[in-house]
């Protein structure tokens, strides 16, 4: 396979000698990739801002010897990541959203199609400001850790399966606890902060707006906990997160 | 392996970004051969680069003395500053002998994904600076990309409640090229700041 098309999402970029960059693309067919892209640095580059951070692009690649491809071709689908750089709080939603979806392929060239899905969905939707920045991320953090296989259980007790909502969370146990199961360390939970991490994960937008500040926040903390205990290290957009 | 001295000046020299392992003991094997003036020349710069230079007190461009040289020049205009990322936007911007104002280096740009945040750079400094109304226009000379967007799209809202008039760079097509190469946000962004043509 030595030139390939696929599409994907820039997840980030960094400075390679005098006027390069290797581009760290999410892809659909082939997961992550990383692919240099020569001469983008230059102001008469014909990448442009095609390969931006948050861009969602038609890519041409060559597959080389190394374990960096090179870009060929880049035809933009969605500026995602010029809309959101107009934006301090959204784009650093956006940043965390990019950070997360490296971090969960942690395998080059694995494809994990419902993750990218997420992700361009979740970066469309962030993009667009239908709904509250910060409910979108999060709404992305919790169905992202599920199709990676760190799904939060929100309905039923994690340990006896004792019909929910309970005012308990574990985040190691993974999920709400009930009184009687309740381990150690176990966060208390309103059911209010409970039932919009419900609501975040199955998609019910009109109940996730209809919650006051202050649940949103609860809720935030939680998933951020959530996330960074899967991820076992700490996000580094995170701390610069602007939460509305 | 080289012996001793030969392999650490190698090593050395491959610790300086962009240079890898052959260009490093290609640049060694240059050095050996080069003529002993010429090297102790070399390193009596490098020693005092690292003992003169410093940063300006007020702008936080590079300096040989507490102030740079624009910040210490009567002539230069107080009212408006010009924000960059780096030192070198600096001299990117004197080149072009248009600007007659002052400046302020940032050190870097807002990188979420890289750990950088607003109080990682020297926002802090330059709100500050601003505080005392002398000045009164603030332009906006991020790199053209993302982490600079970001950037002054941050800087704008911060500065906003001050009243200052602030300005970004125009972004839009180089000279020199086609039309039809350029990527759709660049062609966006000239179309946004399209002109009037004189007749």
């Not at chain 1, 667009?128 to 939060?152: I, T």
């Not at chain 2, 490093?24 to 010429?38: E, V």
């Not at chain 2, 950037?151 to 090229?177: D, E």
Request: with cysteine; aromatic share 4%; net charge neutral.
């Amino acid at each position: 396979m030595p030139v390939y098309r696929d599409e994907g999402v820039v997840l980030r970029t960094m400075p390679l000698g005098e006027a390069d960059r290797i581009v760290t693309l999410f892809t659909r067919r082939n997961g992550r990739v990383r692919a240099v892209a020569k001469g983008i640095r230059r102001t008469s580059s014909r990448f442009g801002a095609r390969l931006e951070p948050a861009m969602y692009v038609d890519l041409q690649l060559h597959q080389g010897r190394s374990s960096l491809d090179t870009v060929t071709q880049a035809v933009l689908l969605a500026p995602y990541g010029a809309v959101l750089a107009g934006d301090y709080g959204r784009h650093t939603a956006a940043a965390v959203m990019l950070e997360t979806s490296e971090r969960l392929t942690s395998e080059e060239r694995e494809p994990a199609l419902r993750l990218f899905l997420l992700l361009v969905g979740g970066l469309r939707t962030l993009a667009s400001g239908e709904h509250p920045s910060g409910l979108v991320l999060d709404a992305f953090l919790l169905r992202a850790l599920a199709v990676s296989g760190y799904g939060m259980a929100l309905d039923d007790c994690v340990h006896c399966g004792e019909p929910g909502p309970h005012p308990s969370v574990s985040v190691a146990a993974g999920g709400i606890v009930c009184p009687r199961c309740r381990p150690r360390g176990a966060a208390s939970a309103s059911l209010a902060a409970v039932g919009l991490l419900a609501d975040l994960l199955h998609g019910d937008w009109a109940g996730a707006e209809a919650t006051d500040a202050r649940t949103r926040r609860e809720s935030a903390g939680l998933v951020a906990a959530y996330l960074q205990w899967h991820l076992e290290r700490g996000l580094r957009a995170l701390p610069h997160l602007e939460r509305a | 392996m080289y012996e001793g001295v030969v392999q650490d000046l190698i090593d050395e020299l491959g610790m300086l970004p962009g240079i890898g392992p052959k260009s490093a003991q290609r640049i060694a094997f240059h050095i050996l051969a080069a003529d002993p003036a010429d090297v102790r020349r070399l390193a009596k710069t490098l020693i005092e680069v690292k003992e003169k230079v410093q940063f300006c007190r007020i702008c936080f461009n590079v300096a040989q003395a507490e102030l740079c040289r624009i910040c210490s020049d009567p002539r230069r205009d107080t009212t408006v500053i010009c924000v960059v990322e780096e030192s070198k936007d600096v001299v990117a911007v004197e080149r072009t002998r248009e600007f007659r104002g002052r400046y302020h280096v940032l050190g870097g740009a807002i990188n979420p994904i890289g750990g950088v945040g607003p109080d990682d750079l020297h926002i802090r400094e330059l709100i500050a600076r601003l505080a005392d109304g002398s000045v009164t226009e603030l332009i906006l000379a991020t790199d053209p990309n993302t982490e600079g967007e970001v950037t002054a799209s941050y800087l704008a809202r911060q500065i906003a409640p001050m009243g200052l008039t602030v300005s970004r760079l125009a972004s839009g097509l180089p000279m020199g090229g086609d039309l039809e190469w350029a990527d759709e946000v660049t062609l966006g962004r000239a179309f946004e700041g399209r002109r009037t043509v004189s007749p």
